[in-house]
């Protein structure tokens, strides 16, 4: 299994709702990454994750909440969002947080696509 | 700050067309990745290059790393409607271990 799955692929939520994304990979990667995309922008860094534990928070609202359940699992937590939150979200996993590049590479799932009304 | 600029950043030509697209830096890399990504998915890894002056070709796709590894190119031979979509550089500075996106090139081919 080589890849990333995310859910829900797409999501509208009010500003009121309490709602949360899901990412799940396989591959025995121990780094695991969300990233926001605006369109045609590049991924803006959200949140790493390094075996299991938060290791990087890129000043990212309260009102975004991960959690990192095991070493397959990621979620992002949503309360209170604002519009301007819409984008799409992007989970990726590396085989850990300083090997991604010059081996396989991040993989990257299709991302939640997310409004906020 | 931008690490990596990223040019044009917008692209429409005809099919069969040739193109470059470019990934500069004032900051030394220990290694450059592009990737695609296609309308409404995540992005996908093409290649990595980690030598200074390295050359890859991936059929129609041929990347370039500048030998002082600052820079990198993407050149397409005969694009083709598939090859549509947001391209990204993306990188590892020399003095950490913080990964940068560029500004990405949105590239439409047209039939």
């Known amino acids: 299994d080589t890849e990333v799955t995310q859910t829900p692929k797409h999501l509208v939520m009010g500003m009121t709702n309490k709602k949360s994304l899901k990412c799940e990979q396989h591959m025995g990667h121990r780094a695991m990454y969300w990233y926001k995309q605006k369109a045609k922008k590049p991924p803006e860094l959200m949140f790493v994750?390094?075996?299991?534990?938060?290791?990087i928070n890129e000043s990212v609202p309260s009102r975004f909440s991960p959690e990192c359940p095991n070493s397959s699992l990621l979620n992002l937590h949503l309360h209170a969002l604002q519009p301007e939150d819409s984008a799409l979200y992007l989970c990726?996993?590396?085989?850990?947080?300083?090997?991604?590049?010059?081996?396989?590479?991040?993989?990257f799932g299709s991302g939640t696509r997310l409004t906020v009304v | 700050t931008q690490l990596l600029e990223q040019s044009p950043q917008f692209l429409s030509i005809q099919e069969g067309e040739n193109l470059t697209v470019y990934c500069n830096s004032s900051s030394v890399f220990s290694s450059l990745q592009w990737y695609r990504q296609e309308p409404g998915e995540g992005p996908v890894l093409l290649v990595t290059v980690v030598t200074g002056g390295e050359v890859k070709k991936l059929k129609r796709l041929t990347f370039q790393f500048g030998d002082a590894r600052k820079d990198s190119s993407l050149h397409i031979t005969a694009a083709q409607p598939g090859d549509t979509g947001l391209y990204l550089c993306a990188g590892m500075s020399n003095t950490g271990n913080q990964f940068y996106f560029g500004t990405g090139t949105s590239l439409t081919v047209i039939p």
């Open positions: 990726a996993s590396s085989q850990d947080r300083d090997r991604g590049l010059g081996g396989g590479g991040y993989t």
């Open positions: 994750y390094s075996y299991e534990k938060l290791s």
